[in-house]
């Protein structure tokens, strides 16, 4: 069984940051993500990492302002959030995606199967 618990989020003001962690037990060899869902909105994919860290994939809302990273032998994976924008607002989750040797970043959250119950952030203006 695969738990994830999400923390880091809260207010910030347009242009700060925040940063996101997600503890994880369980097996998670695999590829990791981060995925965000709105009001009103469909969850989309913000963000993902391989096990071995050495291949990461962002959504081109948050190309250089988002930066995923994940410390192994803690099993935590984290989501440095800066220059946050109000449409950043959102509830934020993590997500355990496939495990694979490629450097393939899974980005379909239908390839995600374990889901922390999320963080909210929101960004004002």
């Known amino acids: 069984q695969v738990q994830l618990v999400e923390s880091g989020g809260g207010l910030a003001q347009a242009g700060g940051s925040l940063r996101l962690s997600c503890a994880a037990s369980?097996?998670?060899?695999?590829?990791m993500g981060w995925f965000r869902q709105a009001p009103g909105k469909e969850r989309e994919f913000v963000a993902g990492i391989t096990y071995s860290g050495r291949s990461t994939d962002y959504a081109d809302s948050v190309k250089g302002r988002f930066t995923i990273s994940r410390d192994n032998a803690k099993n935590t994976i984290y989501l440095q959030m800066n220059s946050l924008k109000p449409e950043n607002t959102a509830i934020y989750y993590c997500a355990r995606g496939p495990y694979s040797t490629s450097n393939h970043v899974a980005s379909n959250l239908y390839e995600y199967d374990y889901w922390g119950q999320g963080t909210q952030v929101t960004v004002s203006s």
């Open positions: 369980g097996r998670t060899f695999n590829t």
